[in-house]
């Protein structure tokens, strides 16, 4: 048991390091481009955002910082003004949505 307690003790001095660990946890994220989306595409999203209401359940894949993630939950807000739909704490961009489905 001693010499595990030695080999931990050992890597403690990195945790002191500042921004150690982030720099670590970077370097396993897949960076992506955001996809350019067709016509078609934009046509069919701006008609899936224009018919949501309040309180739908929503499955939304779309571009955040370097790779695409997806939610679902419940649309709390759509505002036309700023181009935005509010899903859980999320603000998400129409122009970064690259799906929508709704249940």
Do not use: H, P, W
């Not at 595409?41 to 499955?59: A, C, Q, T």
């Not at 695409?68 to 807000?77: D, L, N, T």
Request: charged content about 30%; aromatic content about 14%.
């Amino acid at each position: 048991m001693e010499n595990k307690d030695f080999r931990a003790k050992q890597f403690l001095a990195f945790d002191a390091l500042d921004g150690f660990s982030e720099i670590i946890s970077n370097c396993n994220i897949v960076k992506f481009d955001k996809i350019i989306r067709g016509e078609d595409l934009n046509d069919d999203l701006d008609r899936i955002i224009r018919s949501l209401k309040l309180g739908d359940m929503v499955n939304i894949r779309y571009y955040f910082g370097t790779q695409y993630v997806e939610s679902i939950g419940k649309v709390k807000k759509v505002d036309f003004f700023k181009k935005c739909l509010y899903i859980l704490d999320s603000i998400i961009n129409f122009e970064d949505i690259l799906s929508i489905k709704v249940y």
